[in-house]
DNA sequence: AAAATATGTCAACATTGCTGACGTAATCGG
DNA sequence: CCGATTACGTCAGCAATGTTGACATATTTT
């Protein structure tokens, strides 16, 4: 009788930490509630706000290349991009090299929302900011680059322009 | 030309924090993963989760209260939680006091899977701290709990357990 | 010229949010 | 006791955003 250290399978694995999967439930929510109000205002959604935020983050990005940090069908992609074209937030062009690709470009009102919306959640994180000590900020992006998955976090790191180099000395 | 110092509205608010915002993004998004793809083998959906975990996390929670911490509108929820209730994984039963209330309670199946869930997300969060010294989560949750809307703040802190004597000394 | 690639599009469907309207059971107030 | 209120359930319809599968078109590669 090894004294309750019995388990089934995925038993015996210490508390759950129900305190941080709610934070970060109710924390993610009104996070993005920010930009919801504002996108309203367009009519738009969060799915307009990812293609808006990404080609205006690497303008020049191709569909493939959007596809993949979205990772969404290029169905859905299509559906949210060509409104966004059409109410003139995107233009497409052909890439320069190889011209079956399309070459995604924020216009100036395309730009001018994406840096607002980029705003918006940037107060919450200031205002959040406010009360963590001077090192909150480095605190905070340690800690959410370490939620993401292992194998995508190169990948997230060059997408926001971080060295590896960076990491605590 | 006031030599480039203008403003419009939002303008002048500092450089957007983009790499927040993106670590945001991508850390909130393989957290749900986890989630998503156990739910995935029950016919289950973020709903279905959410409801679940609530539930489980506060038994003889009535509907009222449930619809006040998911903010959704009673339909949205009748219709996730009829299906828990129908694969047994919650059971309502009108309230002790009034009846006219239904108290919502979940069964042992539901127990399991609420806490087989929890235990996944946990084990996200235990590797990210792993990597982030030994306050990594007190400064984790202070962050988390800092992006919450203040005046939601006190329920959360509430919900979680959390007395406001625990900010730091 | 044929094959592979990058993209667009049509159709259908699932999940999960919403609004509005209406029904029923239980409780409360006078 | 009776009418109003409360708590909940349900029906119908709609919107946003995700999915699969199939097929068309332009361009580049081989």
């Known amino acids: ?7 089934g399978p995925s038993r015996d ?19 993005v509630g920010d930009a919801d109000r504002l996108l309203e205002t367009y009519g738009f959604g969060r799915a307009h706000h990812r293609v808006l935020h990404f080609v205006s983050r690497q303008p020049g990005l191709t569909i493939a290349e959007l ?4 990772k969404i069908t290029k ?19 052909a890439g320069a090299q190889d011209r079956r690709h399309r070459q995604l ?15 918006l959640q940037t107060r919450r994180f200031s205002r959040a900011m406010e009360g963590l000590g001077p090192e909150g900020r480095e605190r905070a992006m340690e800690f959410l680059l370490a939620m993401v ?3 995508e976090r190169g990948r997230v ?3 926001i322009g971080m060295k590896s180099a960076e990491r605590r000395s």
């Open 67 to 70: 596809l993949d940090i979205l």
């Open 149 to 151: 998955d292992p194998h």
């Open 75 to 93: 169905q859905s992609l299509n559906r949210v991009l060509k409104e966004l074209i059409a109410k003139s937030f995107i233009e497409a062009r």
């Open 157 to 159: 790191m060059e997408l």
């Open 105 to 119: 470009f924020t216009t100036a009102k395309g730009s001018r929302l994406a840096r607002d919306l980029a705003l």
């Open 1 to 7: 009788m090894k004294s309750g250290a019995v388990s």
């Open 13 to 31: 694995a210490g508390a759950p930490f129900y305190d941080l999967i709610e934070l970060f439930f109710f924390a993610y929510r009104d996070f």
